[in-house]
């Protein structure tokens, strides 16, 4: 039988470079690792790859890193970017399975996995086998994640079972020997990791302290199989002994009073998090995807840990949510001498720029690192892109001055047998081919020949390389057909809404909204904010004519064509893909639109939101990314050409450089917009028409400024079934969050 950590390493294979120095004292908190590649293999091999030499397997694989720097520096907050598909997770999920040979065993590493919305793992964490915890409540499971509280209760049973029967005197002994069998197996999953990641001299070692413990766990396997009558009285009293010594060492680590500091942190972090008390116990198997994420979250941030990875931890939050999450991040340097090292990845460019102080840029398979957040980043690659570009051209020009004076010193001094225009020109010809690119090293000095430069090279310096930007994010909305007679696109009016009630007995239900009006014209930009629970998707139904109000009227332009972007569109999809495997985006698209579009203009509109060629026409949906599959389901929406687009939870599954594509083509769409998110950037940046300085200054000042100023935008607040405009936008619900998030801080 394969277990899941043996799985793991045949699909994901590491190879670094290792210290030959024996480090006593490691910090857990940081990481060294250079050399490291990163390789994912199918494992429909049953395994077989493994098997293989390192670079056979590497090559037949998806190479993730190549040849990179792992640096990861104590208490530090990092936040891993870089394009969707590019194998963010898998270096994440590399580190917490510690599948990088260099990580100490001893490194406590806790992980939040990115999870769908059905609350199921996109990838399985490597974990010997525990006792089910399905049946416990929230905050039982989040204690029991943060003490290992069901592993050691179960130890006590065993040893306390034994101890407390009086009929037999082999009990606590056939009891000390369970537990103790039940430990060694846990520590041979450990060493079979290692012996798999390890090559060399350390490789050996490794396999060799794996077949010694494996005889270990045989002859141990023999001695809990051992006659009543074999035992010795004298063995009997020595482990007798030993049982009851370790039964009061594992309920000294559930004593009550530890615990219930315990349960008090956990409360305070469910509280946070968003959870009422009501929820608190509750079983975890019956709550829904959001909220069993929320409750791994807060499990996982509960934990005593050296390096807290959080893949997306803000997916299925709502924006009280994430501003708690980012002060409680922030505190952590505060709250221990030790503090944890923070590395996540997120598509919110608020949440990483509150929380982190480093960003690690993946890139063809290199890391690289900058210290700052994303602003400073992107400024910091304008300004270096503006001032080597500045510095190419120059020297482009002189170079072909240069060049010019060479050619004319040879014609002249040939002509006059002149030997110092040959000379002048040969030692022209010298500094163009050697001396020419950067002018200044690293370092800040200028070049000295090849004093500055690893390894051998033919020039002196180092050429000009203006960084290139990564191949774009392109979204292209085709535009808004015109209507043919004006009026507005939807209108709510006195609108209230109440669910109806199961009998007729019962008392009413509270009104879910009450007397709202929203009116909708045609190049609107609306916002629609609120915390979870406030209404935002009945709102939506109503606005979608999926639900009828109970008081007020809906009306809608006649020949209104509206598209809906759902917030569990990415689900529906990857559902319809798991039941029909070999479904692709572009047989999907193709039956969608029953013949009205051809299969050019259909490939068209997938390659204009980012599913080109291949992609859209061979690759089954089930293969898609999270963010692919969001083009796919904006493509289902827009190949009717809707005059309104309603957007609820659209950035859920991207990455922060398709979300700013996306808001820029949302900005420049002549439709109208409806945006229901907890994006603060997305908000600010589509309906309040905020954007970058620099991007204000490179961009066309040819715009229609008559059609901008004409152009409604509002952002609303719904919260108590009542829609509120929001002055200031976004930052006004935001500002009003931090003071509740303070308070929740302090109780």
């Given at each position: ?124 964490e490597a974990k010997p086998p525990t006792t089910s915890s399905s049946n416990l409540s929230v905050l039982e499971y989040v204690i029991d994640k943060a003490t290992s509280r069901s592993e050691i209760q179960h130890e006590i049973d ?137 409750t791994n979250l807060a499990g996982v941030l509960l934990q005593p840990t050296d390096i807290l990875i959080l893949d997306e931890p803000t997916n299925f939050l709502d924006l009280l949510g994430i501003i708690w999450l980012q002060k ?126 690893e390894g051998f090279h033919l020039t002196a310096r180092a050429g000009i390389d203006v960084p290139v930007d990564e191949r774009g994010v392109s979204i292209t909305l085709p535009d808004a057909p015109d209507l043919r007679f004006p ?261």
């Amino acid at each position: 039988m394969t277990t899941s950590i043996e799985e793991a390493a045949t699909t994901i294979l590491c190879t670094s470079k290792q210290t030959r120095f024996d480090i006593k004292n490691p910090v857990y908190q940081e990481l060294d690792v250079e050399g490291l590649h990163i390789t994912v293999t199918s494992n429909n091999s049953g395994g077989k790859v493994a098997s293989k030499g390192k670079g056979k397997a590497r090559s037949e694989g998806l190479e993730i890193l190549t040849n990179a720097s792992l640096k990861l520096k104590a208490g530090v907050h990092y936040a891993l970017i870089g394009r969707n598909g590019t194998g963010k997770s898998t270096i994440l999920k590399a580190v917490a399975q510690k599948l990088i040979p260099g990580i100490p065993l001893q490194t406590r590493i806790s992980i939040l996995q990115q999870t769908s919305s059905d609350g199921s793992d996109k990838t399985t964490e490597a974990k010997p086998p525990t006792t089910s915890s399905s049946n416990l409540s929230v905050l039982e499971y989040v204690i029991d994640k943060a003490t290992s509280r069901s592993e050691i209760q179960h130890e006590i049973d065993v040893l306390s079972k034994g101890i407390d029967t009086p009929d037999s005197a082999l009990a606590p002994v056939r009891a000390l020997r369970q537990v103790q069998h039940e430990r060694m197996k846990k520590e041979l999953f450990e060493l079979d990791k290692d012996a798999r990641l390890r090559s060399g001299t350390r490789g050996m070692a490794a396999r060799k302290a794996l077949i010694a413990f494996e005889k270990k766990i045989a002859e141990f396997t023999e001695k809990l199989q051992q006659n009543d009558e074999d035992i010795s009285e004298e063995t009997v009293q020595e482990e007798t002994q030993s049982a009851s010594d370790l039964l009061a060492e594992l309920q000294s680590q559930l004593e009550p009073a530890r615990i219930a500091d315990i349960e008090i942190k956990a409360r305070s972090i469910l509280s946070g998090l968003g959870f009422p008390k009501t929820h608190l116990e509750k079983p975890v198997s019956t709550l829904s995807g959001g909220w069993q994420m929320r409750t791994n979250l807060a499990g996982v941030l509960l934990q005593p840990t050296d390096i807290l990875i959080l893949d997306e931890p803000t997916n299925f939050l709502d924006l009280l949510g994430i501003i708690w999450l980012q002060k409680f991040l922030t505190q952590l340097s505060e709250s221990s001498s030790n503090p944890p090292t923070v590395v996540l990845v997120s598509h919110d460019r608020d949440f990483i720029n509150a929380v982190c102080q480093e960003l690690i840029i993946l890139r063809d398979q290199e890391l690289t690192y900058f210290k700052g957040d994303l602003t400073s980043y992107d400024s910091s690659i304008r300004d270096k892109k503006l001032y080597l570009g500045r510095m190419r051209d120059a020297q482009e020009k002189q170079k072909a001055h240069m060049q010019q004076t060479i050619q004319q010193n040879i014609k002249q001094g040939k002509a006059a047998g002149d030997e110092n225009k040959l000379r002048q020109a040969k030692s022209r010809q010298k500094k163009l081919d050697n001396r020419m690119g950067m002018e200044k090293s690293a370092t800040g000095g200028r070049f000295k020949l090849n004093r500055d430069l690893e390894g051998f090279h033919l020039t002196a310096r180092a050429g000009i390389d203006v960084p290139v930007d990564e191949r774009g994010v392109s979204i292209t909305l085709p535009d808004a057909p015109d209507l043919r007679f004006p009026g507005p696109l939807v209108s709510l009016e006195k609108v209230t809404f109440k669910y109806p009630t199961s009998k007729k007995s019962a008392p009413p239900a509270p009104a879910v909204l009450q007397d709202v009006d929203l009116t909708i014209h045609m190049g609107d930009r609306i916002g629609i904010v609120g915390l979870n629970g406030s209404g935002k998707s009945t709102l939506i139904k109503l606005l979608t004519d999926t639900t009828k109000p109970t008081k007020g009227t809906a009306t809608r332009h006649p020949r209104l064509r509206m598209g809906y972007y759902s917030q569990h569109a990415v689900e529906d999809l990857q559902a319809l893909g798991r039941s029909t495997p070999n479904l692709t985006a572009l047989a999907l698209l193709t039956q969608d639109v029953s013949a009205e579009l051809d299969e050019g203009e259909l490939r068209g509109l997938l390659g204009s939101l980012g599913l080109p060629g291949r992609t859209a026409s061979d690759v089954p949906i089930t293969k898609l990314s999270g963010g692919q599959l969001v083009r796919l389901a904006l493509a289902r929406l827009l190949w009717k050409c809707p005059q309104l687009l309603v957007l609820d939870e659209i950035t859920t599954h991207l990455e922060f450089h398709t979300v700013t594509a996306l808001a820029d083509a949302l900005g420049a769409w002549n439709g109208a917009v409806l945006i229901v998110s907890h994006d603060r950037f997305l908000i600010r940046r589509v309906i309040q028409n905020e954007k970058d300085r620099e991007a204000d200054e490179e961009g066309d000042e040819s715009e229609d400024d008559e059609a901008e100023e004409a152009r409604r935008r509002v952002v609303y607040l719904l919260k108590g079934g009542a829609l509120k405009v929001l002055e200031r936008g976004v930052v006004q619900f935001e500002e009003s969050l931090e003071k509740r998030v303070e308070k929740l801080m302090l109780s």
